[in-house]
């Protein structure tokens, strides 16, 4: 059964920064495009950033050139690095990952979500 656990969330004053990190585990053969989507309250889950299995990535316009994504392949798990954060950039955090899986072929998993709390 693969899984991806997030950690890193929480509660930080405008200004900021946090990381987060989300590892897959269990029984796959390969991680293609991982990355990270943010929904709000009232608000459908958006991307917030992106990168592929050979270090391609996308960033939404909003968090661009404060927030930086990146994978170590080894551990099969991507980060966030959160800078300049405000308090729009509060959110549950959701990890995503498109696994190959034997049974399944490539297959798209989801985090549990962390909250991500700016105050102002």
């Known amino acids: 059964q693969v899984q991806l656990v997030e950690s890193g969330g929480g509660l930080v004053q405008a200004g900021g920064s946090l990381r987060l990190a989300c590892a897959a585990s269990g029984s796959f053969v390969s991680a293609n495009a991982m990355g990270w989507y943010q929904q709000a309250p009232g608000k459908q889950r958006e991307l917030v950033a992106r990168?592929?299995?050979?270090?391609?990535?996308t960033y939404a316009d909003s968090v661009r050139g404060r927030f930086t994504i990146s994978r170590d392949n080894a551990k099969s798990t991507v980060y966030l690095q959160m800078n300049s954060l405000k308090p729009e950039d509060t959110a549950v955090y959701y990890c995503?990952?498109?696994?190959?899986?034997?049974?399944?072929?490539?297959?798209?998993?989801w985090g549990q979500g962390t909250q991500v709390t700016v105050s102002s």
């Open positions: 990168i592929t299995s050979g270090g391609t990535t």
């Open positions: 995503y990952a498109s696994l190959w899986v034997r049974t399944t072929g490539w297959t798209d998993y």
